[in-house]
């Protein structure tokens, strides 16, 4: 019904919106390094390719929160050359997390029971944004893994494959025995599964690594866009379209 529909001009729809840019470029057709790179025009001065294709009349006129970003890492899959991405941007938020009105003017974000709103006030914070943008279908072999719908064991990543990571889910309570032991009934896409495992290593390395290079430069002078952010003000988005999506939730389980 429309009670149920996010609308169009609210927070939520224009950060989702944002968010889904990353997962149209991260195709595995498109040289992310050239889309992100610089060149030199006959000014003799060097300039961001980005910002050349998001101007008025570009291919990537409105993409924001693309010519907003810095590309940190593409990475590739050893199955299928799969390629995954990580970018980093600010994103401002507002303390108050108005979702928008519907035609009755009464559609707010619900927090705590369902009904409870968010304290309101007009302080705004600084978030940076890592986001892993996961390509879709973009090769034969991973069409045919597409195919591939037989049922696989879902084994999620042991904590000390991966110390960041790891030191995060035991900060929340989540133990070794319940990531190891916990899914042994689960069966999720086999080829979707084995394009994953050749890629989420990678993918959860680099995240772990510029999470802690974050974190440090908030703390330095020099970095002047992280001063001031503290551990919460970093947000970690996964993304990705058809397969990428199928991808990106992987990743967000691990």
Not at 38 to 53: A, H, I, Q, V, Y
Not at 78 to 90: C, K, M
Not at 212 to 232: F, I, M, Q, V, Y
Request: glycine content about 8%; charged content about 30%.
């Amino acid at each position: 019904t429309d009670e149920h529909v996010v609308p169009a001009d609210s927070r939520i729809a224009k950060e989702v919106e944002a968010i889904g840019q990353f997962a149209e470029v991260s195709l595995g057709l498109y040289d992310c390094k050239w889309i992100w790179g610089t060149f030199e025009p006959e000014s003799g001065k060097r300039e961001r390719r980005m910002d050349w294709l998001t101007m008025a009349g570009g291919p990537l006129e409105g993409y924001e929160a693309l010519r907003d970003s810095e590309l940190l890492e593409v990475i590739r899959g050893r199955v299928a050359d799969y390629q995954v991405i990580l970018t980093r941007r600010i994103t401002e938020y507002d303390d108050e997390m108005t979702v928008g009105n519907n035609e009755k003017g009464k559609m707010k974000a619900d927090m705590v029971e369902g009904r409870q709103e968010r304290a309101k006030s007009s302080r705004s914070r600084r978030k940076v944004q890592l986001a892993l943008a996961c390509s879709g279908t973009s090769s034969l072999q991973s069409g045919i893994l597409d195919l591939n719908a037989l049922q696989a064991r879902y084994r999620p990543l042991v904590p000390s494959q991966n110390a960041d990571i790891s030191k995060a889910k035991r900060k929340r309570g989540i133990g070794e025995k319940s990531l190891s032991n916990g899914h042994r009934n689960a069966r999720v896409h086999a080829g979707f599964w084995r394009l994953y495992t050749g890629v989420r290593r990678e993918a959860l390395d680099a995240l772990g690594k510029h999470i802690e290079t974050t974190r440090k430069n908030r703390h330095a002078a020099s970095s002047h866009e992280d001063a001031g952010l503290s551990e919460d003000d970093v947000e970690i988005i996964t993304t990705g379209h058809s397969l990428g999506a199928a991808i990106a939730t992987f990743l967000m389980a691990d």
